[in-house]
C-alpha cells in the first residue's frame, strides 16, 4: 500500500525554453516533482542551462 504522502506528487521534466527555440544542439533539461493538488498549472523554474552558460527559464514539458 503506498503512503499518502506520496499519492499527490508526480516526476516532471522542465527544459529550457531558449535551447529549444535557438539552432544550438542540444537541450537542458532536469527533473523534479512537484504536487498535482496545489500547482495544476504548468511549473517554469530558473535554473543553469549547461548548453548556453547561464540561467534561464526551464518549463514543464508533457
Not at 499518502?4 to 516532471?12: D, S, V
Amino acid at each position: 500500500m503506498a503512503k499518502k504522502k506520496a499519492l499527490g506528487r508526480t516526476t516532471i521534466f522542465v527544459e529550457c525554453t531558449t535551447c529549444r527555440e535557438s539552432g544550438i544542439p542540444g537541450v537542458s533539461r532536469y527533473a523534479t516533482q512537484k504536487n498535482k493538488k496545489n500547482t495544476s498549472a504548468r511549473l517554469e523554474l530558473k535554473k543553469f542551462c549547461r548548453f548556453e552558460r547561464k540561467v534561464s527559464v526551464h518549463k514543464e514539458t508533457k
